[in-house]
């Protein structure tokens, strides 16, 4: 069975999602190949994975410099179809970013299928993030979450040659490549000011008074007048409200059934300018291959829009959620992913963070006490604490309840964002220079457990 891996280097490092897709195909004894789109500084990465006995080819070139998802899945295709795989392994996201479009997008060049979010691989047998069970199927993009370590290399082992694939070897369509054939590209980084609030610092025991006084407060109003609209937006999935709030006309068309190059179709027919996607794992694979079809500029997990001009503008957390980035689309359509935001079970939620893995179960049942609904962020649901359908933030789901009460959370953009509509935020840390107490009413600086000291 021969598989490649496809591997992203940043800043020196594989992601760690990528070394577990790459020892998930070595302990299936896979004749394995390791793929990495990189300027010629990885070489010394791809060097160290020659010692697994694995084949490095590192693509490189000038000409590729820039590239945004659309160019990057057509150079991979193109380099992946000289390989003739049976199977193409890669990571569920990258280091500094997460947006996922790069697997559905090169399964749409290679006509072939995707299966995401493996979290338990066996023999060839897998479990899905959704829960889903299957067997690998030939010719087959397979995404992997982060299940395993990357062995290490014998001390007797030798580094073997990287394979350096360019453009002359490659031959490929000039147009399609690096910045030119790019229709997205970021105009500017900066750290976003979006959900912030002036927090009042309380005390521990102040916090049954701050819940209390949160759940009896107004409601929070959506509303924001200072949007700048677009004319019309279609969209797809139970996102009415978010299109609604930018643009004049917001129309919904229907997925159900319809194969990528049907959609396609439907919208060049509609002459559709801007198009939103709900951020579901089925949707964000059916706007990566219907971009694919189109040509449209994609962004995914996008948490705001505006016109500038004859150019639209969308804005989405970038390097792993530590900034915002406003990314411009030149091209004729335009794609984003977005995320809905959905009613909590309560109208209270307790969310624990990092800081507070420790002491899940305790505050499981002070959020009986107070019928509030447990949640967590990311890194809580990626060292297997607690299940990804708990998990709030730009790749979990957006929650607005009356009061949202955080334990051991740091807050990054990637959970921030998702919380922007709360009432009333609460929230418990240790350090005193959390970024999360600049995204809440009120912070209680504290260890976790003095929180249910006996005293």
């Given at each position: 069975?021969k ?32 793929l ?35 160019a ?11 390989l ?7 990571g ?15 399964a ?55 394979e ?38 309380e ?8 819940i209390?006084?949160?759940?009896s ?6 509303n ?22 930018y ?6 068309l229907?997925s ?19 198009v ?7 949707h ?6 219907v971009?694919?079809?189109?040509g449209?500029?994609?962004c995914?997990d ?12 969308m ?14 689309s ?20 307790f969310a624990?963070?990092?800081?507070a ?7 499981r049942?002070?959020a ?17 604490v ?18 949202y ?5 740091s ?12 009432g ?21 600086i504290?260890?976790?457990k ?5 005293n």
């Amino acid at each position: 069975m021969k598989v490649t891996v496809l591997i992203k280097i940043s800043g020196g490092e594989i992601s760690p999602f990528d070394e577990s897709a790459l020892e998930c195909a070595l302990e299936w004894g896979a004749d394995v190949t390791a793929l990495s789109m990189a300027p010629r500084s990885a070489l010394p990465v791809l060097e160290n994975l020659t010692r697994l006995g694995v084949r490095s080819i590192l693509i490189s070139d000038p000409l590729y410099a820039g590239s945004d998802t659309q160019a990057t899945s057509y150079l991979l295709s193109e380099a992946i179809k000289r390989l003739s795989p049976d199977l193409i392994f890669a990571g569920r996201q990258s280091i500094d970013g997460d947006t996922g479009q790069v697997p559905p997008m090169l399964a749409e060049h290679l006509g072939i299928s995707v299966i995401s979010g493996v979290m338990d691989f066996c023999d060839g047998n897998i479990r899905t993030r959704s829960g889903e069970s299957a067997l690998l199927a030939d010719c087959a993009i397979v995404t992997f979450e982060r299940i395993r370590s990357l062995r290490f290399p014998s001390i007797f082992s030798k580094k073997g040659t990287v394979e350096i694939w360019d453009n002359s070897l490659l031959s490929l369509d000039k147009s399609r490549c690096g910045t030119v054939g790019s229709p997205t590209r970021v105009i500017r980084s900066y750290e976003s000011s979006v959900g912030r609030r002036s927090c009042s610092f309380e005390t521990l025991e102040s916090l049954d008074c701050l819940i209390k006084k949160g759940l009896s407060s107004p409601k929070k109003s959506s509303n924001d007048a200072t949007v700048k609209k677009t004319e019309k937006i279609y969209y797809f999935g139970n996102i009415g409200d978010i299109a609604e709030k930018y643009s004049e006309k917001a129309i919904r068309l229907d997925s159900g059934g319809k194969a990528p190059y049907e959609i396609a179709r439907e919208l060049t027919d509609l002459g559709a300018e801007v198009v939103l996607f709900e951020a579901s794992e089925w949707h964000r694979q059916l706007a990566s291959r219907v971009a694919v079809i189109t040509g449209a500029g994609i962004c995914a997990d996008c948490i705001s829009f505006r016109r500038d001009g004859d150019t639209f503008i969308m804005t989405r957390p970038a390097l792993g959620g530590n900034v915002t980035a406003d990314i411009a689309s030149r091209s004729p359509m335009s794609f984003a992913t977005v995320r809905s935001s959905k009613a909590s079970e309560s109208d209270i939620i307790f969310a624990v963070g990092r800081g507070a893995v420790g002491h899940v179960e305790r505050i499981r049942a002070l959020a009986d006490v107070y019928g509030a609904t447990l949640a967590c962020s990311r890194v809580v649901c990626d060292a297997g604490v607690m299940p990804y359908s708990y998990q709030v933030g730009l790749t979990g789901k957006t929650v607005s309840p009356r009061v949202y009460v955080t334990f051991g959370i740091s807050g990054a953009v990637q959970h921030t964002s998702g919380i922007s509509g709360a009432g009333t935020v609460i929230s418990v840390n240790s350090d005193k220079n959390a970024r999360i107490f600049d995204y809440s009413d009120y912070g209680i600086i504290e260890d976790i457990k003095n929180l249910f000291s006996d005293n």
